[in-house]
């Protein structure tokens, strides 16, 4: 089968006014992934006592494992999924339904970001799309691409006013405690729409709590091992404080939970 690709010239400003996105592709499934520039960040909450006024029931080692905050490299331009997985591109890719039916029993079911995924369900999707796609390769990102991408630009807890989140993200506050249909808030600086909120997002990464203390400066990785993945970015189900870039969380890879999705970064072979 021929794979047809289209590229479409976008060009998206950060915060700041320098870094910029380039061109967004598109696969034969219609999953579009927008160029993030390679570029350098500081990874980490730097702004904790925010934090913990945002929220003050969080308890001092509730941050620990956001700090200290550091200095981080991104070598290479990257292809991020521009929305999270869709159940319809699931659906077209592994052809199953998983998870409970009133997720996918709605008229938008295929709009809606898959949900109800363990980290294996992500990897496997993964590995199937390699298999069907001789265009790109696929992947997670790694938990700093993945924070670099949510941050496009920003220093603060949030690339946007606390006052404003409602606009990006779905949440709590404006969700109806459900999963919603993708790129419906704005997006962000990149063209990344939903890294905040409507389900959390898996990344490659094992989690360790004081990885950031030892990590490399350039292109960093999680450790060889562990006992849960990373998830970043929060949920339709979060309260506001648990949807920043900084925010950390992570869970055995064989968990499902219906709050938690993914997306992927494209590759051209």
């Known amino acids: 089968m021929n794979i047809c690709c289209s590229f479409l010239a976008v ?21 579009r992934f927008v160029k993030i520039p390679a570029g350098e960040f500081t990874m980490g909450t730097v702004a904790v006592e925010s934090a913990r006024m945002e929220f003050p029931e969080l308890k001092p080692d509730d941050v620990l494992d956001e700090t200290p905050a550091h200095p981080v ?7 991020l999924g521009t929305t ?40 496997r999707f993964v590995e199937e799309l390699n298999t069907l796609d001789e265009d790109f390769h696929y992947r997670l990102p790694s938990e700093a691409e993945w924070e670099y991408a949510a941050r496009a630009g920003s220093t603060g807890l949030r690339p946007m006013p606390v006052e404003q989140l409602e ?6 506050n404006n969700s109806g405690d459900k999963p919603q249909v993708v790129a ?10 939903d890294m905040l909120g409507n389900v959390w997002e898996w990344v490659d990464d094992w989690y360790g709590v004081d990885r950031y203390a030892q990590a490399p400066a350039i292109d960093p990785a999680g450790p060889a091992g562990g006992f849960a993945k990373v998830r970043r970015g929060g949920s339709y189900h979060c309260p506001l404080h648990l949807l920043r870039p900084g925010y950390r969380a992570a869970n055995k890879p064989n968990v499902v ?3 938690n999705g993914f997306r992927v970064i494209a590759e051209p072979r």
């Not at 700041?16 to 598109?26: N, P």
């Not at 490299?73 to 292809?79: A, C």
């Not at 419906?184 to 063209?191: C, H, I, Q, S, W």
């Open 257 to 259: 939970y219906e709050v």
């Open 184 to 193: 419906t808030r704005k997006p962000n600086a990149f063209g990344v729409y």
């Open 84 to 123: 999270e997985v869709t159940q319809g591109v699931w659906y077209r890719v592994m052809e199953n339904r998983p998870g409970p039916e009133h997720l996918w029993d709605v008229a938008n079911w295929q709009q809606r970001p898959m949900a109800s995924s363990s980290w294996y369900m992500a990897a």
């Open 11 to 31: 060009t998206v400003l950060c915060l700041a006014g320098q870094l910029q996105a380039g061109d967004v592709i598109e696969n034969r499934f219609g999953m």
């Open 73 to 79: 490299t991104i070598s290479r331009d990257f292809y």
């Open 167 to 172: 606009e990006y993200a779905w949440f709590i």
